[in-house]
């Protein structure tokens, strides 16, 4: 993000749409693990179509989850830059911040006008911002990791995308889940950035990679656990029944 970044231009790539459906891209060999690819588009706009956008110079605090799964307390003030759309049962917060000249307060403090989002006696509603993560189609991996090749170092041929970050466990040691996601492009000052709530789908695309470059067994079998974790930290496993090819 370039230091001259204008507030407008971040509301057009903060969020990416998400398809329910499970698709396969042909073309780039990739597997859509619960959902279809991420694009840009502008499902920003739309989710704050109709709101009342909160003027500036104001505090406003509201709860957020983070990775512990459970809740965390945001107090920002409105600006330019940094402001809140409000509807009657949902709310976006979208900034630009440099965190060397940060308004951010850790606690409320007393004398300021704070609008109090959605918990305590003033609460505007009760809506906590958690990204509903789709469900992973547990048969399209074990189908998709049924057999993998011993002669590739990418031993299997298809990127895996899910909005869950995968690890192999019980497996042969030197096989690894190694992510190959499409990270934001460099950033010449990490003190500036942007931030949104509800925060937006993760997304990530894996390569089930020899990355130790083993020799592999050949017509061999091995049951093994494939574990998955979503944004928020909560995790779930599934046995998957490899052959080596």
């Known amino acids: 993000m370039k230091k001259s970044v204008m507030f407008f231009l971040i509301a057009s790539f903060l969020l990416a749409s998400c398809a329910d459906g499970v698709s396969e891209d042909q073309t780039f060999g990739s597997v859509?693990?619960?959902?279809?690819?991420?694009?840009?588009?502008?499902?920003?706009?739309?989710?704050?179509?109709?709101?009342?956008?909160?003027?500036?110079?104001?505090?406003?605090?509201?709860?957020?989850?983070?990775?512990?799964?459970?809740?965390?307390?945001?107090?920002?003030?409105?600006?330019?830059?940094?402001?809140?759309?409000?509807?009657?049962?949902?709310?976006?917060?979208?900034?630009?911040y440099d965190c060397r000249n940060s308004d951010a307060k850790s606690d409320i403090a007393g004398g300021y006008d704070t609008m109090f989002v959605n918990y305590?006696?003033?609460?505007?509603?009760?809506?906590?911002?958690?990204?509903?993560?789709?469900s992973i189609n547990k048969q399209l991996l074990k189908s998709v990791l049924s057999v993998i090749s011993k002669e590739k170092d990418h031993v299997l041929s298809d990127t895996i995308v899910s909005s869950y970050?995968?690890?192999?466990?019980?497996?042969?040691?030197g096989i690894e889940f190694v992510d190959a996601s499409d990270y934001p492009e460099y950033v010449d000052d990490p003190c500036r950035g942007h931030m949104e709530y509800p925060?937006?789908?993760e997304n990530w695309k894996y390569y089930l990679e020899n990355v130790s470059r083993i020799t592999l067994p050949k017509d061999t079998t091995v049951d093994w656990i494939l574990v998955?974790?979503?944004?928020?930290?909560r995790s779930d496993s599934l046995t998957i029944t490899t052959q080596f090819k």
């Open 228 to 233: 998955y974790t979503d944004q928020y930290g």
């Open 165 to 173: 970050k995968l690890k192999a466990k019980n497996f042969i040691d």
């Open 199 to 201: 925060e937006p789908l």
């Open 32 to 96: 859509f693990a619960d959902k279809g690819e991420i694009h840009v588009d502008s499902l920003l706009l739309s989710q704050i179509a109709g709101s009342k956008k909160i003027d500036g110079g104001l505090y406003v605090s509201f709860l957020k989850p983070n990775s512990k799964n459970s809740l965390d307390t945001v107090t920002v003030l409105t600006s330019e830059n940094k402001v809140l759309y409000l509807k009657d049962s949902s709310f976006n917060y979208v900034a630009a």
């Open 120 to 134: 305590g006696e003033s609460k505007k509603m009760s809506y906590i911002p958690y990204q509903k993560i789709p």
